[in-house]
């Protein structure tokens, strides 16, 4: 078993906790290290491996969102306009404490008739002004010619020009196992592949929970003085294990992406469109060397692995080719998946895609704290607002919120310094790259693990990244280091499979695994595609 996780287990076994936080996503993430900081003891519990969920299926941007400003002129909503405010500050803040991965991302507004390009800049004038002293590129009209010029495919009959404003765009997987591994290194017991079952209660206040190691099937007892359930789309699942009457809070909806291959003519923006069928944005946009596509958002069903539906990609598919030149093939389409939006339920709204991304709280009689909704580019501030209601249940005082200036780990040295070393290593631009982008200045620590061959040759993984990975990074299943250590599997489903038996092999003989063990890891893996 690899050691952090060893470790984790060891502790939650027989060590007594502050605080037990319920789910390894951007929400839980953010409260271990918040708390963490603040001088509360804590343990965090996953129940699948770290951001397995909704967290590392997202549209991958650190974002106000220009939608949601949208709705708040329309309906002159004042906490909509807080929210984007905040989401953009947060953009700036995220930028600095994760700079190898959250990147400043141009995104093209293509403009059909002249009219739009008025609105949609006086718009976006608006959110550049709301970022205020955290504004870091402003947007700008641009020509037709431009516009072409930096996204070659576009539909050109009748584009008249467009718009540029700029966004953050990051590796979501990534970001949250860096909040866990700096949240561990302070101190944190982090355990993926754990399930909480249920809760322990003396005098009807929760005191522990019940847990499950999911590799094993061991089930212990774990005390805690405040529990905090972080599961996303399963907050209810979980309230309801605490309290069986409680009454649900949530909605659930989908949203799926597809992925294209590398562009074969440089695609130097993103690009939104602004309004699909369906009255929503659809974003096309470079990803790790490849094109995002998406989102959809329609209500859906509790599942621990969703998939897009036909429907959804046939969606996605239609507004893309009614935008590009491209029309799309079956082998264009290298990967699709779907992620489950957690959001507050307002039983007026009739659909999904009006229902508010701001977070909530609900505080249960035997004291389990449940915080659900909001969006990943909010986590910090969701962390501070959670970890300022537990402490105050606590006679002792703490320090003050700190994650705004605090490095995430592999964020703390000079990039150039890093990507000269990575260099003079031999590697090709495109391998550094990757690496810098991955673990920040850890990159170099990574390489002496062991060899630079890659795990495929279409794709610049290395057998060290999964050697790191599995010492220090908590890769307990091959689906852990091909779906989030990495993302293959979200790039390219194909390439995934053919990495499956070397990537699996060499865990193997990492863990000690059995064949039994082997098998197990087979049916997880096939699962996830
Ligand atoms: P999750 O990531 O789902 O984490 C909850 C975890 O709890 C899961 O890993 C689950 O396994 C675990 N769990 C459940 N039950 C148990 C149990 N019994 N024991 C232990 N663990 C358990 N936001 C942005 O800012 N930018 C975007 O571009 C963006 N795009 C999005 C696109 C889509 C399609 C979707 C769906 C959302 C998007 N969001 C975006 C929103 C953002 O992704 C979510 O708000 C955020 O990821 C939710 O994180 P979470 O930690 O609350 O939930």
Redesign the pocket.
Known sequence: MASLRKNALARLKNEEFDLLI???????SGIALDAQLRGLKVAL????DF?????S???????GGVRYLEQAVLHLDRSQFKLVREALSERKILSEIAPHLVTWLPLLIPMYRRLQASYYHAGLRMYDWLAGKHLVHRSRLVSREEALELCPNLKKAGLKGGVIYYDGQFDDSRMALSILLTASEKGAALANY???LGFLKSNGKISGVELKDKLTGEVWLTRAQAVVN?????TD??RFLDNPEATPLLKVSS?A?LVLPPPKQSMQVGVLIPKTKDKRVLFVLPWLNHILV??TDVAARLSDNPKPTQEEIAFIRQEFETYFENSLQENDIYATW?????LVNEPSEKGTASLSRDHAFDESPSGLLSI?G????TYRLMAADTVDRIITRFPRSFNPCTTHKTSLRGAENSSQIIREALRNRGLDETTSEHLFRTFGNLALEVLEQGSVEKIHPKHPILISELLYGIRKEFISQSSDFIFRRTRLGFLDKKAAVESYPIVSSLIKNELGWTQEDLEKDRLDFFSQL
């Open positions: 319920i789910g390894g996503g951007a929400t839980g519990v996953e129940k699948a951001c397995s969920g909704t967290s299926r997202s549209t991958k941007l650190v974002h754990t399930e909480v972080a599961t996303g789309p399963f699942t979980i949203g992406h998406g989102t779907a992620g489950l939006r957690p659900f909001g969006k990943w580019t």
